[in-house]
């Protein structure tokens, strides 16, 4: 079974610049995480959908970062513009309900994005 | 709001000796916990999870982890460390009822010299 996939896997932009992130689950996981890692430190969340709907979106910085979940499936998270303290990791991570182990995260690779 | 802590930012062992990592957890109730390991380069692989029953749990790689409700404590051991185990570790909570949110701590930094 395919695990999480994440694409680019690194990125380097310019500051202003505009910059997007894929990520497709696991089949048939209804959940998806994005979170931000910062260096020496843990992921920290900024959106989770259940299915297309986006249910905590809480910890994203609105001004400048948009996601979006159509079908359901795989998912597109957006930076624009970026800026220095963009600088991070990008993670993606599924979970299902379906499975009974809905607390149960797995994560993808990850897309290291450097802003200069 | 709950939290979790992982005292040790950076441990270095001898290949072949015992490890254990240390995570604490500020939670009213049972949470789930959860270790996972991070590669250089690489996401977050998911090494053992507790979320009832036997405190002692087993994962993957060898290791495995106690959940001791006294101290508020999971912590990660391992009897004879590989030089393939360095990496980053962390610790995660997720607060029941909050529907899977993944609190994580800042992660333990394992060297493993030959």
Redesign the interface.
């Known amino acids: 079974e395919a695990g ?1 996939v ?1 694409s680019p896997r690194y990125k380097i932009i310019e500051k202003k610049q505009p910059v997007a992130f894929w990520c497709n689950p696991i089949s048939g996981h209804n ?1 998806l ?1 994005w979170y931000l890692q910062n260096l ?6 900024l959106i ?1 959908y259940e299915n297309e709907e986006a ?2 979106d809480s910890q994203l910085p609105k001004d400048r970062f948009s996601a979006e979940r159509l079908k359901g499936v795989d998912s597109t998270l957006k930076i624009q513009p970026a800026e220095l303290g963009d600088s991070a990791v990008y ?1 993606c ?1 599924s ?1 299902s309900f379906l499975a009974g182990d ?9 897309t ?1 994005l450097t802003v200069l | 709001a709950q939290s ?1 802590t992982q005292p040790d930012i950076h441990i270095t062992v001898s290949e072949g000796a015992s490890l254990e990592l240390r995570c604490n957890y500020s939670y009213g109730a049972t949470p ?1 916990l ?1 270790w ?1 390991v991070q590669s250089p ?6 090494l053992l ?1 507790y ?1 009832s029953g036997d405190t002692l749990v087993q994962g993957i790689k060898g290791f495995e982890a106690e959940f001791k409700r006294s101290q508020s404590s999971f912590n990660l051991r391992k009897p004879s460390v590989h030089w393939s185990d360095a990496a980053e570790y ?1 610790c ?1 909570v ?1 607060h ?1 009822g909050t ?4 609190t ?4 333990t930094r394992l060297q493993v010299t030959l």
Request: net charge positive; glycine share 16%; no cysteine.
């Open positions: 999480v994440q959940t995480y020496g430190q843990g992921p920290e969340l989770r249910v905590d993670l991570a979970s809905a607390d149960t995260q797995y994560f993808g690779p990850g290291r | 979790v789930y959860f996972y380069g690489q996401g977050l692989q998911l999870k979320f962390f995660a997720v029941t529907a899977s949110k993944l994580f701590g800042t992660g």
